[in-house]
Every structure is written in C-alpha cells, then in structure tokens.
C-alpha cells in the first residue's frame, strides 16, 4: 500500500473501552489502512492507573500516565477521550479543540450534560468531534442519522439502548423472577455495576435519547427536558399480566415529533412501556440494543447489536478514527459536521402534553362497586377505558397483597398524560383503592 499519510492518535482512558481500541487497532492495524489508504498510529496511549498499560501491545515509550503530555505533542491528530464522567473529560476535550486537536469520545454523559457547549467550542476551533461510540455501542446510529438518513425527517425513534435493563426485563420474563435477584445476579456476572442506579433508573438510557434526539431533530433538546422513569417499580407480576394481555415490557427510549414543521414539538422520553409481543423489539433479548428509526422518506429501519462492552464500543470508536482519517487525507476537517443547530423555533414537548396508551394496575377492595367507582373517575377526566381486567384468585400476586385485596387491570386509549396523573391522584384517594396504582404506557406504534 502507498502510505501518504498517517493519522497520529493519543487515547486517554485505557479501560474497558480503551482496552478494547488498542487491542483492535493493533490487531487490524493494516485491514484498516489498506481500507483508508491511511494508517491509524496509535502514539500514545495514557491512563493515569499505569497498572493498566502494562499489558498493552505497544512500546513503553508511548505510554503515559500523564494526559498533558499527549495535549501538548504538536503530531497528535486526535485525541480519544474515554476517561468517563463530566469533569476532566470535559477539560481534556475542551483543551484538545483549543489546540486544533479532533476529538473522539464515547462519553454519553458529557454529551448529554453539555453538548450544545462542545459542539459550539469544536465549531469555533473548526475542529471536529466524533461520538458514534455515545449510543448503543457497536451500531452505527450516529452515523446512519446523521449520513445515511440525510434525507429524512424522523417522526418517530424509538427502541432499547441501555443493555442492563434489557438484560434485567429479559431474565424476569423468561424466568419468572423479581427485580431485586435479577439485578443481584447481574452484578455478579459484569452486567451491571455495582450502583446500577444510573441504568436502572433510566439515566443512561436518557442521555443516550437526548443525544440522538438532538442529532435527529436538529436542535439541542437538553438532558433536562429528557422525561426519564427507570424500571425498578416493574414487578413481576406486571410481567405476567402485560403477557396475558399480549404485551411484553421492555424499557424504551421514544423519541417522537408531532408533526413535519419546523416548530414541531418534540417528545423525548425513557419509560419502561408494553409493546405487543409480536414487535420486533419484543424479540430484542438479554443485553442486546435495538433501535427502530421512521424516516419520512425511508420508512422504518431497524438496528440491533451489542450496545455496550469493549469489543463493540471499540468497532464504533475506531469507525469515527476512521472518519477523522479520511479527513486528514482529504484535507477536509469539518468533512462531516459534529452537529448542526438548523431548527431555531423547535422546542421539546412537556410529559404533560404527551398522549399515550396506558396500563394501569390497582390494588382494591374485594367487593363489589368498585369498578364502577374507579371508571367514574376515568370517564370524569375523559379518559376512555378499552379493557378491564379482574382476577378473583390470581396466581400470582404482587408481593404482600393482602387476602381480601385483588389486582384490578385497566387499558386506557389513548390519554394525555398529565389527565392520566389527574386521575390516578384521585382513584388513589378513593377509600376501595389499597395501594399507590402502577402506571406503565403502551404503545402500539401504528
Ligand atoms: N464500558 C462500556 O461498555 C461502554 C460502552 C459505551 C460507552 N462507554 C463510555 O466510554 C467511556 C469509558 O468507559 P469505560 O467503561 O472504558 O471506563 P473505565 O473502564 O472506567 O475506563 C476509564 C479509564 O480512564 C482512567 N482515567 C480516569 N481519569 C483519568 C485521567 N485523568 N487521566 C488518565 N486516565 C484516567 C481510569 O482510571 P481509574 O480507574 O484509575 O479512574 C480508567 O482506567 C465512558 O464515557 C463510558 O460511558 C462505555
């Protein structure tokens, strides 16, 4: 191959993703030059836990365990930020753009807190920053919105973009257990950390949306006016009613916009949610990602693949080295823009003015009357019921139910949710009502 150019890479952060791209850029070294017509020169390679070099196959003399001295080398290209978290990520990119540096990151979190502030600091360098690694690991999402899709508006994403929930819902389904021993287990065996409450109360799952709303709707919607609900209040039994019903539950990132205008609002929200069974993303099992985006040109595709671990983090991270490669040969920094802001009037619409389809699961009085009181409240919010669902003896009960209280399952159509709340305040003061309602949304995506 005639090698004309050679793009200089410094990676700080050598865990489990940074692990996994020096691995993979060494062992596919020449595969990818011989693609690019450029070689991708791993020249530094820093963690500040220098235990973690030691096994890594390249020379000691590129290895640091000191971040500025990969900033200050004039030959670095780019630099990888896969250290984590808001605070030096944020600096150690920030410093990267003011040296004309390109950036690549993974960082989801970053991005969601404060993406619209290094977007614009990349603009203003006229650097680039690459982040396909941000969502759903190895699928390439970013790039298929922002390249493959250019010619799309995107009425609906939706789809599971955080592998623990997946994992924990998956196993609770198959196998009949509850949240707490399903979660434990995970923890043993990697899958989830040992303070999952940043997968399991939907955060991750939020700055995933936030980002991909951002990208595909051309604004920055902002990590605040993602509505998030994570999925530890699913109970077993929610599981089994929602199969009875046809459904399975799955916790999913919606992002959708009302309509094709510029002004459009738009929805952006993590919640776990009844899809029917016989969904695509029902079949979406274990730590697995799927995505499904509905372009108004292309109508719906579907992604799906590993969106975590170092393997496949490492495929999308060096897939944006890639770009900043074909950059570098083709003299063209801004080749392929981070992100662009073009919808000025766009805002995003409250949880309040969101319409959905709802599941909602009493616990009552065993006696008569009671479902007429409970629909009275319903009709009064002109909420309408489409099936009501009451077990004399149910097999299996949420836990603790005492002996003269029963479960009492409501569909809704189509309500907004802010009515919905209304309503379920005050089915919940009603003297049959036992217990707080569970309230889980259905969608059908007709
Ligand atoms: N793991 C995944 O499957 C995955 C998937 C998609 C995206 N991501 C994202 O990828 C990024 C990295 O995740 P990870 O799982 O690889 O994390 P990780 O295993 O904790 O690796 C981060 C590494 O950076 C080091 N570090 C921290 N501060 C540093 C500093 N100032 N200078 C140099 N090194 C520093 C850490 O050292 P210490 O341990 O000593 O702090 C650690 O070795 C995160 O933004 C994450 O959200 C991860």
Not at 71 to 76: E, G, S
Not at 106 to 129: D, Q, R, V
Not at 252 to 269: F, H, N, Q, T, Y
Not at 414 to 436: F, G, P, Q
């Amino acid at each position: 191959m005639s090698e004309a150019k050679q793009l200089n890479v410094g990676l700080v952060g050598a865990g489990v993703v940074g692990g996994g791209v020096v691995k993979h850029l060494s062992r596919n070294a020449e595969l990818i030059a011989e693609r690019l017509g450029v070689r991708i020169n791993l020249k530094w390679v820093c963690d500040k836990d220098e235990s973690r070099l030691k096994s890594l196959p390249i020379p000691a003399s590129q290895k640091t365990g000191d971040a500025q001295k990969v900033l200050q080398d004039p030959d670095t290209h780019v630099v990888v930020e896969l250290v984590g978290g808001t605070g030096f990520a944020k600096t150690l990119i920030l410093d990267a753009f003011n040296r004309g540096k390109v950036v690549v990151t993974a960082n989801k979190a970053l991005l969601a807190h404060h993406g619209e502030e290094i977007f614009e600091a990349a603009a203003k360098n006229s650097t680039n920053i690459f982040y396909e690694a941000s969502v759903c690991g190895g699928i390439p999402i970013i790039k298929a919105l922002r390249e493959g899709f250019v010619a799309n508006r995107f009425p609906l994403i939706y789809g599971i973009v955080n592998g623990t929930c997946n994992y924990i819902l998956t196993r609770m389904t198959a196998e009949g257990k509850d949240f707490n021993d399903v979660l434990a287990e995970a923890q043993k065996l990697g899958y989830a950390e040992a303070d999952p409450s940043l997968d399991v109360d939907g955060g991750d799952s939020a700055h995933k949306a936030t980002i991909l709303a951002s990208l595909a709707h051309g604004f920055w919607t902002g990590f605040d006016n993602t509505y998030v609900e994570g999925i530890r209040h699913v109970s077993q039994f929610d599981i089994q009613i929602a199969r009875e019903l046809g459904y399975t539950v799955k916790l999913l990132a919606v992002i959708k916009s009302a309509d094709d205008s510029d002004s459009a609002p738009v929805e952006v929200r993590v919640h776990p949610t009844l899809i029917p069974h016989k969904h695509v993303l029902a079949s979406v099992n274990g730590v697995f990602n799927g995505v499904v985006v509905r372009g108004d040109v292309v109508g719906d595709t579907m992604f799906y693949g590993r969106g975590a671990g170092a393997d496949a983090t490492a495929s999308a991270v060096i897939s944006d080295l890639a770009d900043a490669a074909l950059n570098l040969k083709f003299g063209s920094k801004q080749r392929v823009p981070s992100f662009v802001s073009h919808r000025l009037n766009a805002r995003v619409r409250t949880i309040d003015d969101v319409e959905s389809r709802y599941y909602l699961r009493l616990t009552v009085a065993d006696r008569s009357g009671v479902i007429a009181k409970v629909s009275k409240v319903l009709a009064d919010s002109d909420i309408s019921i489409s099936s009501v669902l009451q077990r004399e003896a149910p097999e299996t009960k949420p836990s603790q139910l005492p002996t003269d209280h029963v479960p009492l399952i409501f569909m809704l159509h189509t309500a907004k949710d802010r009515a919905v709340r209304n309503a379920v305040a005050e089915i919940d003061r009603l003297d049959v009502v036992k217990d707080k309602t569970v309230v889980i949304r259905v969608e059908n995506f007709e």
